[in-house]
């Protein structure tokens, strides 16, 4: 089983950035599509970004195209969520996870298993 831990939230202005990164343990998560998601206080967990397994594909959520990247490092078992020009309704919990269930596609939470215990941002305006 593979455990994650999210690290590099906080709190920040609008306009600033911040790097997210997401450690995996246990087990390689080389071979796997991984998913970022948020979620924000009384709202549901909502897709950001996924990288493909060798990194030379990506895909984002509306709301955050063109201003964040994701990448992945697969030497370090780890994977970042770069964000730029951040606003306050980015604030919210970021996890990721590996895409582990075949059906519904990366965009939906329910395709992933494992979750770490997430990192917080908070965008002050």
């Known amino acids: 089983q593979v455990q994650l831990v999210e690290s590099g939230g906080g709190l920040v202005q609008a306009g600033g950035s911040l790097r997210l990164s997401c450690a995996a343990a246990g087990r390689t998560v080389s071979t796997y599509t991984m998913g970022w998601f948020r979620q924000a206080a009384g709202k549901e967990r909502e897709f950001v970004a996924a990288?493909?397994?060798?990194?030379?594909?990506?895909w984002y959520g509306d709301s955050v195209k063109g201003r964040f990247t994701c990448s992945r490092d697969n030497a370090k078992n780890t994977v970042y969520l770069q964000m730029n020009s951040l606003k306050p309704e980015d604030t919210a919990v970021y996890h990721c996870a590996p895409l582990t269930r075949a059906g519904w596609g990366f965009r939906n939470a329910a395709s992933y298993d494992f979750w770490g215990q997430g990192t917080q941002v908070t965008v002050s305006s």
């Open positions: 990288i493909n397994s060798n990194g030379a594909s990506t």
